[in-house]
């Protein structure tokens, strides 16, 4: 049988080659440019516009960037920002890029945010529209690491903690909604001389543009109680001035602190569980 003869090799259409040609070189000059590019001269200038948005002195290790699946991305060693009060934050690592986000198309810039440090971590989209506006999720948080000390009074809340975030800038500060939940932590009641450890703790909260905060779930299981509410915390400049009107239901579950709640008014039936209205205000709770 006869050999066929060899066949020359196909040619790519000339249009394909005339496209294909300069996107190739364009994606190289890309690609080398983001391994290349001198990230550590912003050093300086990433340090300043910190310094001025925060009102904390920063210092950091390196930063670094290069090519993601996101994107070109800044990477910052040991982040410390440390306010004049004493108070400090360290991000062991924190991870800006471009964000995946429509906004994008709308002229609002978002950038995506990976911050891990000691006390927990926090990834998210970040737009400015304008304020801040805030969607991800906190992982481990460590309550007594955050540098909250400038609040009027200590924080009532301690342990640690799992959210999911949405918020933004509203006319009366931040909206949106939190889920969380966290655990081994304790939380202290006005007018109680100690804090009440639980083992587990979640729950919603919807903050609306007027800043009146929704209860819409709140659950804390422990060795002592066990508390569900639902309700309101009224818009206030202060916190501590916030009008309550929330629906509790209690279960002291140790039987040697049930009468600890009776100078409170609170009617237990011998179960150890009873229900009752929270009025007032976040400073003095008035329980009905």
Do not use: K
Request: proline share 8%; net charge negative; hydrophobic share 45%.
């Amino acid at each position: 049988m006869a050999l066929q003869a060899s066949q020359p090799p196909r040619r790519l259409p000339r249009g394909l080659v005339t496209i294909a040609l300069p996107l190739a070189s364009l994606a190289l000059v890309v690609i080398f440019v983001l391994i290349l590019f001198p990230y550590g001269r912003f050093r300086d200038i990433a340090i300043a516009e910190l310094t001025h948005a925060t009102g904390a002195s920063v210092s950091m290790d390196e930063l670094e960037g290069g090519p993601s699946l996101g994107g070109p991305c800044l990477v910052a060693t040991n982040l410390l920002l440390r306010w004049p009060d004493g108070q400090e934050l360290l991000l062991e690592r924190a991870r800006v890029r471009p964000a995946w986000s429509l906004s994008w198309l709308r002229g609002e810039p978002a950038v995506h945010l990976n911050l891990t440090g000691p006390a927990g971590n926090i990834a998210g989209t970040v737009w400015r529209v304008p304020g801040l506006a805030f969607a991800g999720r906190a992982r481990g948080i460590q309550l007594s690491l955050l540098p909250l000390d400038h609040l009027a009074d200590p924080l009532p809340v301690l342990g640690r903690l799992d959210a999911e975030i949405d918020l933004r800038n509203g006319p009366n500060g931040q909206t949106g909604e939190i889920r969380f939940e966290s655990w081994d932590g304790s939380v202290a009641l006005p007018q109680v001389p100690f804090a009440f450890p639980f083992e587990e703790a979640h729950g919603e909260l919807e903050r609306s543009d007027s800043g009146a905060v929704t209860v819409r779930e709140f659950e804390l299981t422990g060795p002592m109680f066990e508390v569900g509410a639902e309700g309101t915390v009224a818009a206030s400049r202060r916190l501590e001035q916030a009008a309550l009107d929330l629906e509790v239901d209690l279960v002291v579950v140790d039987p040697a602190l049930r009468e600890m709640v009776q100078p409170f008014g609170i009617q237990l039936d011998p179960e150890g569980a009873g229900q009752f209205r929270v009025t007032g205000t976040v400073s003095r709770p008035v329980i009905r």
